[in-house]
């Protein structure tokens, strides 16, 4: 035997044995059942203590390596290959439920790979129909639009200057009073929100919202080790947010025009209450407004246009109205905040799409935009009908919802709590989709989000077909 350990370096010689042994059965020199030297040859061979070697075959037998059998000696066990291989591998999902950042709900996680299958008819989509999409004219967009170099290298850490003028001018139209330098540009709202939670907020801060919410669907801020808390904004809200606050640092995130999943729209009076509390107790307002452009009629005044001092973080996107694959949204807040998101973002990925922002920039400085979102809302208000049609003929002694009032869905509420997982997963194999109620409220078992956006009107009838037929034979059973 040539080898011996290395007295030199900084590995044990208990590392260095176990080591060998372990690569000598790896590699196939000392196969299953094959005897070990015995203590007093090894260490003799190894030149070093008998205790040593005695330490070393402890670990490895306990480790399932090797063995000691009946009348003396030691092997390697049947299971040594296995074990070996466990062992040298890294222990990946150790690795990942430690991690920081939580999994999604499990029937989210099923949502993602059913959504993938052509063959799905997808209920419950946030997203737009590829019929809706005005694909023609985005293509002859990349056409007409002149690019130069520095179009297209890395944006500034706002993101495009261009685009960053362009939005502070649109939204001047909805009485949003913002500089470009207090513009952030990222890559959809939900990054706004990631940022946001990453860079403003201390260690188990208090993030209020209105139950049921689309954040208990998402995790960036639990994931950042805030407490998420629900609370009516109908019933002393003052009092609760203050009970609940204490002397955490907190923010209140609401969506109030069309929020999701509900679709309910905030009257002007609760705009003007919700900002005048969370002002008085020092709260800073999340306004997440990706639908607003999508109401049927004139929604209120935004809490951004109503913001006298800095007390409102508004988020906008193009996701819901032009394209969810461009990727482009933003942040308007005061300019201190925006510089901290900034740095993080660009720590994160250096700059949202530069081709993406030059096609929204294109857009908005011309009638492209707001003619196509003024197409869009007819469309949309078409299909709304078209399933409220539906539910009316079908539902009617079964369920309860709202008129839509925009946006994409109806927030369907049936008389019994029926809306379980095992409903979701029968719907599934009769390929069917739906976003139940529980995974915005983790109670909830009464509602169904239902979107009229995505899938086509022929989809939309057979799905809904299949949905009222699974519903009964439930109902029947109880």
């Not at 362009?166 to 706004?192: C, D």
């Not at 002397?247 to 009257?267: A, E, M």
């Not at 973002?345 to 979102?373: C, N, P, R």
Request: glycine fraction near 6%.
């Amino acid at each position: 035997m040539q080898w011996k350990p290395n007295r030199t370096i900084h590995l044990s010689l208990h590392d260095q044995i176990y080591n060998w042994i372990s690569a000598r059965i790896q590699q196939g020199e000392w196969t299953i059942g094959t005897k070990l030297p015995s203590q007093r040859k090894l260490s003799e061979m190894l030149e070093v203590n008998r205790s040593t070697v005695i330490q070393v075959l402890d670990e490895l037998k306990a480790n399932g390596i090797v063995e000691s059998k009946l009348g003396g000696g030691t092997y390697v066990s049947n299971n040594s290959w296995n074990r070996l291989l466990n062992h040298e591998q890294p222990n990946w999902h150790k690795h990942i439920h430690a991690s920081i950042h939580e999994p999604n709900f499990h029937t989210i996680q099923l949502i993602n790979e059913h959504e993938q299958d052509p063959s799905m008819i997808r209920l419950g989509t946030g997203e737009l129909s590829p019929d809706l999409l005005p694909t023609a004219l985005l293509e002859h967009s990349l056409q007409t639009i002149s690019l130069h170099a520095r179009d297209i290298g890395y944006s500034e850490p706002k993101g495009s200057k261009k685009l960053r003028v362009a939005l502070s001018e649109y939204l001047q139209k909805r009485g949003i009073h913002a500089s470009p330098e207090s513009i952030l540009i990222v890559s959809g709202a939900l990054q706004a929100l990631q940022l946001i939670s990453l860079g403003i907020l201390e260690q188990r801060s208090n993030v209020f919202q209105e139950p049921p919410s689309y954040l208990n669907s998402i995790h960036p801020f639990q994931s950042a080790g805030m407490r998420v808390i629900s609370v009516s904004i109908e019933q002393q809200l003052k009092k609760t947010l203050k009970a609940l606050k204490g002397k955490k640092q907190s923010l209140f995130y609401t969506v109030p025009t069309l929020n999701n999943p509900t679709g309910r729209i905030l009257s002007i009076e609760e705009r003007r209450a919700l900002l005048e509390i969370c002002t008085s107790l020092h709260i800073p307002i999340i306004e997440d407004d990706v639908y607003h452009e999508l109401a049927f009629e004139d929604a209120p005044p935004s809490l951004k246009s109503m913001d006298q001092s800095g007390q409102v973080l508004y988020i906008g996107s193009v996701s819901k109205t032009l394209s969810p694959g461009l990727r482009i949204g933003w942040v308007v807040a005061p300019e201190p905040v925006i510089n901290r998101l900034a740095d993080i973002k660009m720590q994160t990925d250096y700059g949202s799409s530069a081709f993406s922002q030059q096609i929204v920039t294109h857009w908005l400085t011309s009638s492209l935009y707001e003619s196509h979102v003024g197409r869009l809302r007819q469309q949309l208000q078409k299909r709304a009908a078209f399933v409220e049609t539906i539910l009316t003929k079908d539902f009617g002694q079964i369920a309860a919802w709202e008129k839509p009032k925009g946006g994409f869905y109806i927030w369907l509420r049936f008389n019994e709590p029926i809306v379980h997982k095992a409903l979701f997963q029968q719907l599934i194999k009769q390929k069917v989709l739906i976003n139940p109620g529980y995974i915005y409220d983790p109670k909830d078992f009464h509602h169904i989000r239902l979107s009229y956006a995505y899938a086509t009107l022929e989809e939309l009838k057979e799905g809904l077909h299949i949905l009222v037929k699974a519903i009964n034979g439930v109902l029947d059973k109880n």
